[in-house]
Each structure stands twice: as C-alpha cells, then as structure tokens.
Antibody, heavy 118, light 107 residues
Framework: QVQLVQSGAEVKRTGASVKVSCKAS????????VHWLRQAPGQGLEWMGW????????NYTQKFQGRVTMTRDTSISTAYMEVTSLISDDTALYYC???????????WGQGTLVIVSS | DIQMTQSPSSVSASVGDRVTITCRAS??????LAWYQQTPGRVPELLIY???ALQSGVPSRFSGSGSGTDFTLTISSLQPEDFATYYC?????????FGGGTKVEIK
C-alpha cells in the first residue's frame, strides 16, 4: 500500500534552517507529484508547493519563494523540503502528500512537527 | 489566489443528525473541489474529490455536490466517528487553497 514516512520532529532556533524528508513506498515514486503542506497549531491547512520527482521541477507558492527548496533523491524514493530563515510563525506540522500537478491529495505522510523558538 | 470560504465555522449536532457544510470559491473552479476530514491528532483524509466523487473506503453517508463557486458536503446521519473538522480545497489553480475548516461538535 502507498506509504509516505516523514522524518522526526525538529526544534530550531529563529533564523536557522530545517530539512524534512518524506520516503515513499508502495508506488512508483516518479509517477506522482510530491506536495508539501503545513498546519500551524490549531489552524487550517496551507499548501506550500510541489516537486515532480521524475524531472525535479518545482512549483512554490509565492509566500515561500526564496525560503523553501524542494528536492528529491529518486534512488531512495525520498523527497525533501528545506525551509530557511525560520521564524516563530513557521512552527507547524509539515506534511508531504502524493498527488497530481493540481487536484487533491489521496495519501499523506504522518506529519513532521517543527518548533521554532528564540 | 482563489479564496475558499466555508460555513459555518462550527456546528453542534447529535448522532443521527443530517449535517450540511458549505464552501464557496471566489471564482469559478468547475468541479475542482475536494473535501477532507481531520480528527484531532490525525492526518487529513480525503473524503470527496471532483466535488461529488466518493473516495474509496469512505462511507456512503458522506456526499458532495456543487459546481462553479458553490459546494456542499452532507453527512446524512452523523456517527460518533464523524465528529471532526472538515476542510474544502480547490484543486484548479495555483496556489492550491483550503477553506478555513468546519468543526463538527457533539451537541
């Protein structure tokens, strides 16, 4: 079955960077886009962007342009998302999800909690 | 950006009640709409896609309707496991955006 397994929780200082991984299994990694979303504590869902694993093409929402980098390693079916210059508002659960170029998300990772403190 | 507005933001209901949640898009999205359920501490789960298609494994008491800018999620007979927060999401154009959520609480 499709599984997306994310890396563990992180605690970072303001201004630092964090890199979250998402290992896919149960399907052809290069056949679907990997999206990244986040959810601040008690808040709703926010889409951050996607990476197309077979080409490495990315599409970031304007809010995160210049601060987020999505990469992948097809040899181990893993996608990564790095956020730089962290601020307290970046404290959130970060999810990876499988989908198409547009549309919706049928499969989600378990989430990675990132806490940013000063 | 396409803004997605859900109403109500919360609803109190009893087991067996019929519950309706609405979602309005700021521009025409055709049927590029999905609904998700999220229970506390859990990952969102896709319930409905293409506005009215039931995701595999989702109980038939859930249904979706609408097109263009106005959409509805209906739970025909609320069950204890349905107390959760529901989100709509437009999948037509970037950035992909979500509604603010509707919390279904026990009356």
């Amino acid at each position: 079955q499709v599984q997306l397994v994310q890396s563990g929780a992180e605690v970072k200082r303001t201004g630092a960077s964090v890199k979250v991984s998402c290992k896919a299994s149960g399907y052809t990694f290069t056949g679907y886009y990997v999206h990244w979303l986040r959810q601040a504590p008690g808040q709703g869902l926010e889409w951050m962007g996607w990476i197309k694993p077979n080409s490495g093409d990315t599409n970031y929402t304007q809010k995160f342009q210049g601060r987020v980098t999505m990469t992948r390693d097809t040899s181990i079916s893993t996608a990564y998302m790095e956020v730089t210059s962290l601020i307290s508002d970046d404290t959130a659960l970060y999810y990876c999800a499988r989908g198409g170029a547009t549309g919706w998300f049928r499969n989600w990772g378990q989430g990675t909690l990132v806490i940013v403190s000063s | 950006d396409i803004q997605m507005t859900q109403s109500p933001s919360s609803v109190s209901a009893s087991v067996g009640d019929r519950v309706t949640i609405t979602c309005r898009a700021s521009q025409n999205i055709g049927t590029w709409l999905a609904w998700y359920q999220q229970t506390p501490g859990r990952v969102p789960e896709l319930l409905i896609y293409s506005a009215s298609a039931l995701q595999s494994g989702v109980p038939s008491r859930f249904s979706g309707s609408g097109s263009g800018t106005d959409f509805t999620l209906t739970i025909s007979s609320l069950q204890p496991e349905d107390f959760a927060t529901y989100y709509c999401q437009q999948g037509k154009s970037f950035p992909l955006t979500f509604g603010g959520g509707t919390k279904v609480e026990i009356k």
